[in-house]
């Protein structure tokens, strides 16, 4: 059996580029047979409603151009280089999972390596920080029931990656032949 500190460590410790690896590894090693799992199938189906959801309560909000607009500023932005820190390799797997790219694509000292010029954040479903985050500009432009709304649709997708991710780990510590084809050289 993996030791479950061991395994700890490879997911949510180490440097940003160490659990990028490991997700990958993750992936590369158990996503087909994750994939057809009927509880992580399911749920990903349902975190796929639920984020379309909250992207387009978040539209409907213009909360796009308060952030572009912070962004740019020389005090804004959310999205810094530490928030890449925030990233476990859980979360890179369900990305990879759901059909993310997974990549660094950003190599600013400054802004997130997950942060593209073009696109925005590159994954579908985001760190627990990065989502459940509301700066003062948000409050300030969303209040009352838009607000509400904003951190009831937040709130629902981010149990449901709780959910995925602690089946993932206890597949992970629980399941000796995932660990021996994460643990094997081929």
Do not use: W
Not at 117 to 141: D, S
């Amino acid at each position: 059996m993996v030791n479950r500190i061991i395994l700890q460590e490879k997911i949510y410790g180490g440097t940003v580029e160490s659990r990028l690896a490991f997700g990958l590894l993750l992936f590369r090693k158990l996503g087909k047979l994750l994939a057809e799992l009927t509880g992580i199938s399911v749920a990903l189906d349902r975190m796929r409603t639920q984020e379309k959801n909250l992207a387009t309560h978040m539209q409907d909000l213009l909360l796009g151009r308060v952030c572009s607009s912070c962004a740019v500023s020389d005090s804004g932005g959310c999205c810094s280089r530490s928030m890449a820190g925030e990233t476990d390799s859980l979360t890179i797997l369900i990305n990879l999972l759901a059909g993310v790219d997974v990549a660094q694509v950003n190599y600013s000292p400054a802004e997130c390596c997950y942060l593209s010029a073009a696109t925005g954040c590159i994954f579908t479903f985001k760190p627990i920080f990065c989502l459940n985050y509301n700066c003062h500009r948000i409050k300030v432009q969303v209040n009352g029931s838009g607000l509400r709304q904003l951190e009831k649709l937040t709130a629902v997708l981010l149990g449901s990656q709780y959910e995925v991710e602690m089946l993932l780990f206890r597949l992970l510590i629980t399941n000796e032949s995932l660990q021996k084809k994460v643990t094997s050289g081929d």
